[in-house]
């Protein structure tokens, strides 16, 4: 267990690639969230996942594109103000995603671009609701949206 207090010290030649041909990874995830922005807005969050998780909350909509789940992305983008409808986009990897092997460039589309190298990066994205340009620069404190080991076990009982 990772106690709050706890954290890593992230190493300078860090790079986040979306691995998008990977064998070993199925699929990576991209955050950036900033709370207790002013209102309407009252945060901002940029979420993404590229490729397939195996869990049916996050890999939907791959059937209807033909694509197959180890070549969809999808990305979540808006604040408190924002609908639905327009922070919710699905990409086909091959078609719709721009990315670098040294992870300093994601792009979605026309829709949002993630680039820079560590520690600085930028945040750019534009909708019909809402244009973002923002400059970040990577802190060095790890936030774990997930941490599990795959297991195979044998229940007690059978379903």
Known sequence: MIKP????ELPKDLTFNPYVD????????????IPDLPAPLHFLACASIVGSTGMRVFDIGYAAQAAGPRQMATMSHGTAQT????????YVIS?????????SLLQFGNDLTISGLYPHYRLQSHSDELTVDLALMVTGQITWFAQSALQTFKPAHPL
């Open 5 to 8: 207090d706890f954290s890593h």
């Open 95 to 103: 078609r719709d995603l721009s990315t670098r092997d040294d992870g």
């Open 83 to 90: 609908s639905s409808s327009s922070g919710f986009q699905q």
């Open 22 to 33: 990977s064998k070993r990874y199925g699929f990576v995830h991209f955050g950036i969230m």
